[in-house]
């Protein structure tokens, strides 16, 4: 039997999957529209994506992960999103100039690695709960400071 935390990690994943799902559908019909309307494709690759992005900041902030919005968290996303987009194609590259697989079958076997990558970074960073920064302790009065400071001291004690 699985305990209940194992069980919450697997919801999350499930719905991280599934946010992701929505993401390529949405990012694939972005695309379409917008070469059928004639726009250049690498303009239309680009608006797809940051479709897709921006769906899944939105479904992974509220569903999978029930965070806050903050500044905070959404360049900390910006910034795995980057890092999924540059390990794909760094790992691709690698696994087909290799001739380690085709460009479908790198491609195929980057997708379930940088997934699992890019959910484990939101859960553990994006989307973490960050406690605010503490204050610092209150200023303690300085031996060598001024004689209101040494007075105030004296009287306290």
Known sequence: MR??????????FARFVTVGLTNTALSLV???????????YPAAAAA???AGAVNGYIWNRRWTFAAADTGAA?????VVQAAGLGGTSALVS????SGALGRLGGYALTIPLITVATFAA???????????????????????GSRRGNADVRRAT
Not at 74 to 78: A, F, G, P, T
Not at 94 to 97: K, P
């Open 3 to 12: 305990s209940r935390t194992q069980a919450e990690l697997a919801g999350q």
């Open 30 to 40: 972005v695309y379409w529209l917008l070469v059928v309307s004639r726009v250049p």
């Open 48 to 50: 797809g994506f940051a």
């Open 74 to 78: 959404r360049l900390r996303y910006v």
């Open 94 to 97: 690698v696994l087909v100039s």
């Open 122 to 144: 939101n859960r553990g960073w994006t989307f973490a709960s960050h406690p605010p920064a503490e204050a610092p302790p209150a200023a303690l009065p300085s031996p060598h």
